[in-house]
């Protein structure tokens, strides 16, 4: 898989736990919107866009079958949040 761009949006809401808004562009050919950088007990964390549901979970819309593209999601999206916050 070939991450061809992403787009950090940082959220600056005072003490919240959501960091930035990404868009990924996969090979030049599929984007995915609002994945969420979140700031957890255990670090900063990716969370794919999702629904509600109408018995109040949340479901996935889009998410990596394989943990291995989980990882490099993270990595690239991570990297590119701290380059955000180094430009700001």
Known sequence: MKISD???????KGDTKLKAVASLTVED???I?????????????ISMPSRKTPD????DIVHPIKNE??????????????EALKAE
């Open 6 to 12: 992403i787009r950090i949006r940082l959220v600056n």
């Open 29 to 31: 050919s599929i984007v």
């Open 33 to 45: 919107h609002d994945i969420k950088v979140i700031d957890g007990k255990d670090g900063l964390f």
């Open 56 to 59: 109040g979970e949340y479901k």
């Open 69 to 82: 593209v989980r990882d490099e999601l993270l990595k690239a999206i991570l990297s590119a949040y701290e």
